[in-house]
């Protein structure tokens, strides 16, 4: 699978929280393991989510906050 920049991804206010991050988030930096993303969820994330986040395993994801939750990948290392 090639990188997903530029997908976004979405984190609920139970996972910011967590994370330590804003949800209303407009230009926010995140970064984060992949795998750690996909643990976050508790009920677990749609098949959307999973096929961006799952194929990625412990690479690091660099995301930038577009607004209420919503992170845009601008990085995969």
């Known amino acids: 699978m090639s990188a997903p920049i530029g997908e976004s991804i ?3 206010r139970d996972q ?5 991050t804003s949800y209303m ?3 926010v930096k995140f970064v984060c393991s992949a795998e750690a ?3 976050s969820k508790a009920q677990g994330y749609d098949e959307f989510h999973t096929n961006i ?3 990625l395993g412990p690479k690091t994801i660099v ?3 577009t607004g209420y939750g919503w992170f845009q ?3 995969v290392r």
């Not at 910011?16 to 330590?20: A, I, Q, S, V």
């Open 25 to 27: 988030n407009d230009g």
């Open 63 to 65: 995301a930038m906050g």
């Open 53 to 55: 986040l799952k194929p």
């Open 73 to 75: 990948i601008t990085e």
């Open 16 to 20: 910011c929280e967590y994370f330590e």
């Open 10 to 12: 979405y984190l609920d």
């Open 37 to 39: 993303w996909l643990k």
